[in-house]
């Protein structure tokens, strides 16, 4: 927690133009940050699927029922 904060603060100290992009991004998700180092865990698996879901749902544009569109969708991805 200690090395992020250090490093976080160098760069800040440093004043380049591009890390004050993300610095407030990192400020707001310091602990997911952390988290993964900890747990080596990733949201990556879920950002899949809704990648998939968009695909989906794109393809299938003309779809005019909700319940038809959730059952597909369950039948190719469940």
Do not use: C
């Amino acid at each position: 927690m200690s090395k992020l904060a250090k490093w976080h603060e160098k760069l800040a100290q440093a004043e380049f133009k591009s890390f004050n992009t993300i610095s407030i991004p990192i400020q707001n998700h310091y602990q997911t940050i952390l988290n993964y180092f900890d747990n080596r865990s990733t949201n990556a698996s879920a950002e899949s699927f809704n990648a998939k879901i968009k695909a989906f749902r794109n393809q299938f544009r003309g779809v005019r029922k909700v319940d038809f569109f959730l059952f597909r969708l369950t039948k190719l991805f469940a």
